[in-house]
């Protein structure tokens, strides 16, 4: 595990972009894992930037995002399809054949698990996964729970991440109580795993995730388990982490 510490959000973001750029140079067909939520959000402006400055090319990569909402259209404002498009995809030069979200909007949520984990396969898996946490110690929505999926699945998301979503929609009763997720083990076939964290808010669950333990009732500390993972913090994020419970292989850099 290597853990990184950035000065703020916006040098933790420029850090998380230039490393999916390196990515992408160093193999132009990659395929990506992509995640939603306010974290991601100014890693995926500098990726645009990038891009309109001929710096990356996203023609030949292909995208797979972590999750969907269970009963959201496409075109619903709150809608990861629409996320998506709307902070990311539309600015950039990738192939819509190339993108891929599970369906919210599915007649058979079990079929459509079923297809999109398969994708996923055909695919040859993902190359490099982006993530992002929940206070609570969520990855994707894998929720906190005596046990986990090991692959795509339809899941129940706890009220702590309802109330954290909620800010999002108009109210605290339009936000779905379900979504579509990939597993814990299909994340964790991923060749590289690129964990963002930012804000005091996160502070706990980070530190919960790199202290040396791992339980399914912090789902990100599994992630201690995979061979080539990078966590990108600010300073907020990694305030409690203790260096004295980090595992003696565990690289961690603060940066100036």
């Known amino acids: 595990m290597r853990i990184i510490v950035e000065k703020d959000y916006h040098a933790m973001s420029k850090k998380a972009a230039l490393m999916v750029a390196s990515q992408i140079t160093l193999k132009p067909d ?20 990038m891009y309109r400055e001929d710096e990356v090319d996203f023609s030949e990569i292909q995208s797979f995002n972590l999750d969907e909402y269970c009963g959201l259209e496409a075109d619903h404002p709150n809608s990861y399809h629409y996320y998506m498009n709307d902070n990311f995809f539309n600015d950039i030069n990738i192939k819509r054949k190339n993108i891929h979200i599970p369906n919210g909007g599915a007649e058979d949520f079990e079929k459509e698990c079923r297809d999109y984990e398969e994708s ?29 999926n090991v692959a795509t699945e339809v899941v129940d998301l706890t009220e702590e991440t309802i109330e954290a979503n909620s800010r999002y929609f108009d109210s605290k009763d339009e936000v779905p109580k379900k979504a579509i997720s990939m597993g814990m083990a299909t994340i964790l076939k991923a060749d590289r795993i690129i964990l963002l964290a930012s804000g005091k ?34 300073q907020e994020a990694a305030s409690l982490i203790n260096k004295d419970e980090l595992s003696a292989d565990c690289h961690f850099e603060i940066c100036k």
Request: proline residues 5%; glycine residues 10%; negative net charge.
């Open 30 to 49: 990659s395929n990506l894992g992509l995640a939603t939520g306010g974290t991601p959000l100014a890693m995926y402006d500098k990726l645009i930037e």
């Open 120 to 148: 996923i396969k055909n695919a040859r898996g993902i190359d490099l996964q982006i993530l992002g946490i929940g206070s609570n110690g969520h990855i994707g929505f894998n929720e906190p729970a005596e046990n986990l």
């Open 201 to 234: 808010e996160k502070a706990e669950a980070i530190k919960r995730t790199v202290s040396g333990k791992i339980s399914t009732q912090v789902p990100a500390s599994l992630l201690q388990t995979h061979p080539q993972i990078t966590i990108l913090l600010d």
